[in-house]
């Protein structure tokens, strides 16, 4: 989940964007919280540190009046958040290019002497970093990466039919709308990476219940959008139907 870092080392000015941001936040109804306010650069990458399995968005100010700049400080968040989104609010707007010398990737560059539109911009940057991020974080479960011996695959859950295991230990086959693969791993390993669709349709089958054209009860056959087929056993056979009918 995302959160939010302010860096900001002139009092007045921090209690003022802190006001605006927890303001569009409300407006925009979106539930996020600023996690860290502070003066001090050294917090905001300690606290970076602490968390680098999680992403931010950042606002600091370029002029820290400290040993580094918020662009250099930036430079450094890039480092444990490379996924982050960078928002510079400054007085300097002659200090813009060089985000780009530093390449750190910002979102945006907000000027402090533009009163009437800073509240928009910021509004505008909380909302682009929030979509963006949902973007990314449904493309990421919405894909499983299968490692193929000779390449590293991304397939999306989407075109997989089914799994099963073959004649060769350890060895498994996957199905898809776009064809075959064979890789090592076990079925029931899997199941970490797959969605509510997947279901254990057979001790030797893990079957996406999207692609599933129909159901051959009496006969224990599943037949697939492609008209593929493979195998339910008796014992899960019900269980599949109720996860198809529901």
């Known amino acids: 989940m995302l959160g ?17 941001i927890k303001n569009e936040l409300i ?6 919280e600023i996690e860290l306010s502070t003066k001090k650069y050294e917090e905001v990458i300690a606290y970076v540190k602490s968390n680098k399995k999680r992403s931010f968005i950042y606002f600091l ?7 580094i700049s918020g ?17 510079f609010i400054t007085s300097h707007s002659e200090l813009s290019l060089l985000t780009f010398k530093y390449k750190v990737q910002a979102l945006d560059y907000i000027l402090k002497s ?15 970093a929030c979509k963006d991020y949902d973007k990314n974080n449904i493309e990421k479960e919405d894909t499983i990466t299968i490692n193929l011996g000779n390449r590293i695959n991304k397939f999306s859950l989407y075109d997989i039919l ?31 990476n797959l969605n509510s669709y997947f279901y254990k349709a057979h001790k030797s089958y893990v079957v996406n219940i999207a692609n599933i054209s129909s159901i051959d009860k ?17 014992m899960y056979l019900n269980g599949l139907i109720k996860k198809c009918l529901n």
Not at 27 to 32: G, M, P, R, S, T
């Open 4 to 20: 939010i870092i302010l860096c900001e080392d002139n009092e007045h000015q921090k209690k003022q964007i802190e006001s605006i």
């Open 27 to 32: 407006n925009l109804k979106i539930n996020l």
């Open 61 to 67: 100010d370029v002029d820290l009046k400290d040993q």
């Open 71 to 87: 662009i250099e400080l930036a430079k450094i968040i890039r480092r444990y958040d490379s996924n982050g989104y960078i928002v």
């Open 114 to 128: 533009d009163s009437k539109n800073i509240k928009k911009k910021i509004s505008e940057c909380i909302l682009e």
């Open 162 to 192: 089914f799994f099963e295991t073959t004649s060769i230990a350890h060895k498994l086959r996957l199905h898809t709308l776009n064809g075959e693969f064979e890789f090592y791993g076990k079925l029931k390993e899997l199941d970490v």
């Open 218 to 234: 009496h006969n224990h056959i599943i037949h697939f959008v492609n008209d593929e087929t493979c195998f339910v056993s008796l």
